[in-house]
């Protein structure tokens, strides 16, 4: 059993800034775990094309609104108590409100290393 804390997490040099905001990766590959958690923030405005071609993810709101678009042109408005799921691999925007964050508890699998950073400014999604 262990505690971890956001403040341990920015101490172990696992707070990511990844583009378009931040991700405390509270859990990662070397925990053994078989899953990854990060505590991701989308700051006010920001907007990202990713695509997680290795990993499987589920992103919980806690706080903040904004909305995830598939390459369909399909919205859905993300508010605190809502999940979205990408469990096909896919290509998506992540946007936050203008007005505020949106602050998103992440589930991987399988996990991140813990350091890895989007390249929002390359074509196509971003991807890890």
């Keep these: 059993m262990f505690v971890r804390s956001l403040k341990d997490v920015e101490q172990s040099g696992h707070k990511v ?5 931040t991700s405390h990766r509270l ?5 053994n775990m078989g899953f990854g958690l990060c ?14 071609r290795n990993h499987l993810e589920a992103c919980y709101c806690i706080a903040g ?35 505020q964050d949106l ?4 589930v991987f699998n399988p996990p ?9 400014d390359a074509e196509g999604a971003s991807s890890y």
Excluded at 27 to 31: G, N, Q, V, W
Excluded at 66 to 82: A, L, S
């Design 17 to 21: 800034h990844w583009g378009a905001g």
């Design 27 to 31: 859990l990662i590959e070397s925990d």
């Design 39 to 52: 505590h991701t923030v989308v700051e006010a405005g920001k907007e990202a094309r990713l695509q997680y």
């Design 65 to 99: 609104a904004g909305e995830v678009e598939d390459m369909h042109g399909t919205i859905w408005k993300i508010r605190p108590g809502d999940i979205y799921v990408l469990d096909q691999h896919d290509d998506h925007f992540l946007r936050a409100d203008a007005d």
């Design 103 to 106: 602050v998103l508890v992440s």
């Design 112 to 120: 991140l290393k813990g350091t890895e950073v989007h390249k929002l």
